[in-house]
């Protein structure tokens, strides 16, 4: 294969290490396909992007993890709209269109005095579907036991662009004590085999965060977890908005703390409005 140069950033953190690791490659456009996955292979990353040209937007990313390509990427997304800023390749723009094989996302970056890039990632309308296998099968294949789940929530699959299954938890101390056993996950997951398990409670570590969350990879990407997950989180707000009692007024705008037990913090703004599509 040819030499490739692989950029790694750790998307949703200020210090190394602590945020979710992406691979990106700037130059996507002169790899084929399999090229593509062999390079997500060898990286190990939960996912690589690659940006492209797009005949529809102002470019096209793939993303691949070590095992198959993903419709939608939530932190390799910004990851990459942040490299491309950093190294000049986008110009001046302040807004752009990406193409995923998600839809045609918005994308915003704003630019503060100080330097400070922040990146805001419009996703798809929410879509839900009825979890039907079993709660018992399913607490176990996380190392939990049914009684750890939440008796009012539902367990639903939500997305905006990829499906996982949002389990919610009632104590926060559970999440220290999960195992996640993912090649268990196809068989229980019947009318999803190929989605990932996100479980979340509304305790958190930080008292300014709104939902604490993990987010177990399916068997086939080839990954254990993802230490933060911006398409999760995009569809957790709308679950918060539908399922979950609160007085707040729109825009819904949550904070999701993700990643504590293996060693990241990461936070993340999602921000919900019922008359238009999900921003992140």
């Not at 019947?190 to 990879?217: G, Q």
């Amino acid at each position: 294969m040819k030499s490739v140069l692989v950029y790694h950033y750790d998307a949703f953190s200020k210090e190394p290490n602590k945020g979710n690791p992406a691979g990106v490659v700037l130059n996507g456009s002169d790899l084929t396909v399999a090229e593509m996955q062999k390079i997500a292979f060898k990286v190990g990353f939960n996912e690589t992007a690659f940006p492209i040209e797009s005949e529809v937007a102002d470019l096209r990313i793939r993303f691949f993890t070590p095992g198959h390509e993903m419709d939608l990427c939530g932190h390799a997304t910004i990851a990459t709209v942040f490299a491309l800023t950093t190294k000049g390749l986008l110009g001046d723009k302040h807004e752009l269109t990406i193409e995923t094989n998600a839809g045609i996302l918005p994308i915003e970056i704003n630019k503060s005095i100080g330097g400070e890039i922040s990146i805001t990632m419009k996703q798809a309308s929410p879509q839900f579907k009825e979890f039907r296998g079993s709660k018992g099968d399913l607490a176990n294949a996380i190392g939990l036991k049914e009684s750890d789940l939440h008796p009012e929530l539902p367990l639903l699959y939500g997305s905006t662009g990829t499906w996982t299954l949002l389990v919610p938890i009632k104590r926060l101390n559970s999440f220290q004590k999960m195992n996640p056993h993912n090649k268990q996950f196809p068989a229980i997951l019947k009318e999803m085999p190929h989605a990932s398990v996100h479980p979340f409670c509304l305790e958190t570590y930080d008292t300014n965060a709104d939902m604490h969350a993990r987010h177990f990879s399916s068997p086939y990407s080839g990954t254990i977890e993802d230490a933060v997950t911006g398409t999760a989180s995009g569809v957790m707000a709308a679950f918060y908005a539908t399922y979950i009692k609160n007085n707040r007024k729109e825009p819904l705008i949550l904070t999701v703390e993700q990643g504590h037990e293996i060693g990241k913090m990461v936070r993340w703004l999602s921000k919900f409005q019922k008359i238009r599509n999900f921003l992140m």
